[in-house]
């Protein structure tokens, strides 16, 4: 059985509010990207602005409940 990834699903339903990017730790863009925003490790999560300011970070498994309700938090703003 494939495992998704918990962003898939979010993405669909907030494709039109949110911009997902989903980055490969080893690959050189992602390990510039958990350079800058000094994530821990796999998997990590980032909420960023449209100016670049990180508004939530999470690592480790998180539920797609979890996610989302940061995702409302914010986009509620």
Do not use: C
């Not at 449209?50 to 989302?68: C, H, I, N, R």
């Amino acid at each position: 059985m494939k495992m998704e990834p918990v962003v898939d699903g979010l993405e669909t339903s907030y494709s039109e509010q949110v911009e997902f990017r989903h980055l490969n730790a080893i690959s050189p863009e992602g390990q510039r990207a958990f350079r800058a925003f000094a994530l821990p490790g796999h998997p990590s999560y980032v909420l960023v602005n449209p100016d670049g300011e990180v508004l939530w970070k999470g690592f480790g498994e998180q539920s797609a409940t979890s996610l989302q309700d940061q995702l409302g938090e914010i986009i509620g703003k």
